[in-house]
Nanobody
Framework: VQLQASGGGLVQAGGSRRLSCVAS????????MGWFRQAPGKEREFVAA????????YYTDSVKGRFTISRENAKNTVYLQMNSVKPVDTAVYYC????????????????????WGQGTLVTVSS
């Protein structure tokens, strides 16, 4: 499966942004999906994940209550709605596909994701 992330750009602190990730090559419904991010000079980190059906979601603590991950399998698309953004949210955001049946145990691990998009840069100005 190929993943194409989009929606990044410059946003003011306190504002909102929605990222999209479109899959091609294989139906998205076969994969749990995740969003990761990498800030300048830092390691890539887990942000959010969603199960194949969309019923189960996970978030890293720093984005809980502000970010929402969702998916539309009919459109082969997963989203990350980012609200009340902060300068610390500045990063390149990557979507990734997890084919594992152990999603509930490995959703936070980059190693569980076999396919990655190219990343989209979100810059939050103060």
């Amino acid at each position: 499966v190929q993943l194409q992330a989009s929606g990044g750009g410059l946003v003011q602190a306190g504002g909102s942004r929605r990222l999209s990730c479109v899959a091609s090559g294989r139906a998205l419904l076969y994969y749990a999906m995740g969003w990761f991010r990498q800030a300048p000079g830092k390691e890539r980190e887990f942000v959010a994940a969603i199960s194949r059906s969309g019923v189960i979601t996970y978030y890293t603590d720093s984005v809980k209550g502000r970010f929402t991950i969702s998916r539309e399998n009919a459109k082969n698309t997963v989203y990350l709605q980012m609200n009340s953004v902060k300068p610390v949210d500045t990063a390149v955001y990557y979507c990734a596909a997890n084919p594992s049946t152990n999603f509930n145990r490995n959703y936070y691990s980059m190693g569980a994701y076999d396919y990655w998009g190219q990343g989209t840069l979100v810059t939050v100005s103060s």
